[in-house]
C-alpha cells in the first residue's frame, strides 16, 4: 500500500516534469499565465474525461481552440471541431491518433506548444501499451465527436 502510494506520486512528479519540458513557461501580452500542474489520473475508458482534463485549456471544450491557455501560446491550438470539414467531409481518424501520440508531423514541423502525449500516456498506464492504446482511440472517438456538422 505504501509503495503503491510512492508510486503514484514519482509517476505524478515524472508528468510534471514531462509536461513542464513539452511546453515553456510563458506569458502573453495580456498577462495571461500558464501554470503547469501535475496530469490528472483518468479512466483511459473515457474519451471525454481525458479531454476536459487534459485537452480543453488550449483547445477549449468545444475544440474550436479557445481554451483559457490558447492566449499564452505561440501558436494557436488547432481547431478540432473543424478537422472533418477540412478534410472533404472525412474525419482524419489515423492523422490525429497520431498527432496526439505524437508522432505525426505536428511536431517534427510544429512548435513545442503542443505537448507530446504518448509519453505522458505511456507513464500514466505505467507502460502498458494497450493502455495507451485504448487512451489515443477514444481520445481520438471524442474528437470526432466533436466535428460541427
Ligand atoms: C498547451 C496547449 C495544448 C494542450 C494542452 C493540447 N494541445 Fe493539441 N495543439 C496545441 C497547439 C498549439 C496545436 C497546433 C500545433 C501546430 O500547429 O504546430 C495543437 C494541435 C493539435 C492537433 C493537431 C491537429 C492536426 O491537424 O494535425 C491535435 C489532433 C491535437 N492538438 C489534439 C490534442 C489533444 C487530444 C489534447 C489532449 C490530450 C491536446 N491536443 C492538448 C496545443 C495544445
Known amino acids: ?30 498577462g495571461t499565465t500558464v501554470k503547469h500542474v501535475p496530469v490528472k489520473v483518468t ?12 485537452c480543453a485549456v488550449c483547445h477549449g471544450t468545444d475544440g474550436k481552440g479557445n481554451g483559457p491557455a490558447a492566449g499564452a501560446l505561440k501558436v494557436p491550438p488547432t481547431d ?14 489515423l492523422k490525429i491518433s497520431a498527432a496526439i501520440r505524437g508522432d505525426a508531423n505536428v511536431v517534427a514541423h510544429g512548435t513545442k506548444d503542443m505537448p507530446v502525449w504518448g509519453k505522458l500516456f505511456r507513464d500514466l498506464s505505467q507502460g502498458h501499451e494497450g493502455e ?7 481520445l481520438t472517438k471524442y474528437i470526432e465527436s466533436l466535428q460541427e456538422k
Open 1 to 30: 500500500m505504501f509503495i503503491k502510494k510512492v508510486g503514484w506520486i514519482i509517476v505524478a512528479l515524472s508528468l510534471l516534469l514531462a509536461l513542464a519540458a513539452a511546453q515553456d513557461q510563458s506569458q502573453d501580452k495580456s
Open 43 to 54: 479512466s483511459a475508458a473515457s474519451g471525454k474525461e481525458m479531454y476536459v482534463s487534459y
Open 80 to 93: 478540432l471541431a473543424a478537422l472533418s470539414k477540412d478534410n472533404g467531409g472525412k474525419f482524419p481518424s
Open 132 to 138: 495507451v492504446q485504448q487512451r489515443i482511440n477514444n
